[in-house]
């Protein structure tokens, strides 16, 4: 049950933000195992002047297209997160055309006995959704 919260400049249309979500949600049902039906991401958009960034971060040239993903799921092994992020950022920027350098991203995670969601059940062995495939 990833929850995702992505921050970026207002003025991006529907399609835009919509081949993001796509992006995000292809790289999650490959890397983490998430069912299909797992959709939990929240688009902010900031007004200009409320998203402060350096245009050069650890010396690479970002652009005001610059968007900041923070997820929010249960632990995972450190290569499988490794993967998420570069399965995440090649579906992203091949789906809406975002530059990489202008992708920033985070995982916080969070215990399994911590969510909640009507309908979900959870397997005591591995603390993930009954649904997941792989090693989720």
């Not at 835009?16 to 959709?39: C, F, Q, S």
């Amino acid at each position: 049950m990833p929850m995702v919260y992505i921050w970026m400049h207002e003025g991006k249309d529907a399609a835009y933000k919509r081949h993001i979500a796509e992006g995000i949600h292809a790289a999650m049902k490959d890397v983490l195992g998430v069912p299909n039906d797992t959709w939990d991401q929240f688009f902010n958009e900031i007004k200009p002047g409320n998203m402060i960034f350096d245009p050069n971060y650890f010396g690479v040239a970002r652009s005001p297209d610059m968007i900041f993903i923070h997820f929010f799921f249960n632990t995972r092994p450190r290569e499988m997160k490794e993967r998420f992020f570069e399965a995440v950022a090649d579906e992203v920027t091949r789906r809406s055309g975002l530059r990489r350098e202008d992708l920033l991203m985070s995982i916080t995670e969070v215990p399994w006995e911590n969510w909640w969601a009507y309908g979900r059940t959870v397997d005591p062995t591995t603390g993930f959704d009954t649904r997941m495939t792989g090693q989720g």
